[in-house]
């Protein structure tokens, strides 16, 4: 309870808690015996959360992938499960950093990061959750292109074996792909500069041109009708 009135995130660093125990004698050791007793849970070396009877709200894994590894965001087959573009649920929270690939089991669940250069980073890139929650995530689009830039078993040589890839293997949803936003492509592929994100760009800009089509036609056939 020392702790839990003197902070507003059920979310603390080493310095941060050493600070809200100043007025024990050794905040090392009375670290020591809350982890003992849960009332204090270690992520990894450096960061804590309060135990499970002292929190104010569920954890947000999300917000602490940006925390345990960075800088990084949630990317990748997690955001991709978030968005319901694809099918399954997806449990290890998958992250992008420009800094070293890495993996940390902890408390609350497996965190991976892959790499990816600083240049193809930021585009995409936004805001998630609310107060003090709030996360960098993947756009839908940037989830997308960061998994099949990740895919290394994935080099397409035609339009047609992206077509196959996005339906076969990632299955995606086709109702969440018709909410994708061109523009947003367009930017992350240029960051990329890469053939396999290009040919996937054009794959699902075809794609979007398609629903636009359609809506359009159906537009088109209510006017007739009136």
Known sequence: MDIREQTRSDVLDYQQLVSCLQGYAKPRDRIGALLADSSLIRVRKGLYVLGERYRRAPVSREYLANLIYGPSYVSLDYALSYYGLIPEHVQDVTSITTGASRRFDTPFGVFSYRFLSPRRYSPGVLWSG????????????????????????????????????????????????????????????????SRKVDMLVRCLMQRLSRRDGTANGRTRGHGDAS
Request: some cysteine; hydrophobic content about 40%; glycine content about 4%.
């Open 130 to 193: 609310e107060s003090d929650g709030k996360c960098l995530m993947a756009s839908p689009e940037k989830a997308l292109v960061d998994k099949v830039w990740a895919d290394k078993r994935f080099s397409p040589t035609s339009l047609k074996e992206v077509d196959a890839y996005l339906d076969d293997d990632l299955r995606l949803d086709e109702a969440q792909v018709a909410t994708l936003d061109g523009e947003s492509f367009t930017a992350i592929r240029n960051a990329f500069a």
